[in-house]
């Protein structure tokens, strides 16, 4: 089973929202706004079963919720990107623990071997 599209929609947008983002965060309230959008990351990668994304996503919380003012789209931006490797990472898991029948590239070497 592949990673959810609603998953990997959200790190995008997110990812996205932070490389368009200028400057350090402005206000208590543009912090809240990140957080509560992580938050949302979280509880999609914890529901989907996406255990690394979402402990990706709490420790980029974490760093955002104490880091001075001037330092959080710095750390934002860092932490997204440490939570699209995991993204892609438990991708890659779950391709790799697909079961030979269901391999085509793996079925394909096969056939032609068998021939």
């Given at each position: 089973?592949?990673?959810?599209?609603?998953?990997?929609?959200?790190?995008e947008?997110?990812?996205?929202?932070?490389?368009?983002?200028?400057?350090?965060?402005?206000?208590?309230?543009?912090?809240?706004?990140?957080v509560?959008?992580?938050?949302?990351?979280?509880?999609?990668?914890s529901?989907?079963?996406?255990?690394?994304?979402?402990?990706?996503?709490?420790?980029?919380?974490?760093?955002?919720?104490?880091s001075?003012?001037?330092?959080?789209?710095?750390?934002?931006?860092?932490?997204?990107?440490?939570?699209?490797?995991?993204?892609?990472?438990?991708?890659?898991?779950?391709?790799?623990?697909r079961?030979?029948?269901?391999?085509?590239?793996?079925?394909?070497d096969?056939?032609m071997e068998?021939?």
């Amino acid at each position: 089973m592949a990673i959810s599209t609603e998953l990997r929609q959200l790190v995008e947008d997110l990812a996205l929202r932070a490389v368009v983002a200028e400057g350090p965060c402005a206000s208590e309230e543009q912090l809240a706004e990140w957080v509560a959008a992580l938050n949302r990351l979280q509880e999609t990668a914890s529901r989907t079963n996406a255990s690394e994304v979402a402990a990706s996503a709490a420790q980029v919380v974490q760093a955002v919720r104490t880091s001075p003012m001037d330092r959080v789209l710095s750390e934002l931006q860092s932490g997204i990107s440490r939570v699209q490797d995991a993204l892609d990472g438990a991708d890659q898991i779950r391709l790799n623990d697909r079961p030979p029948a269901q391999d085509p590239e793996l079925l394909g070497d096969f056939v032609m071997e068998s021939q």
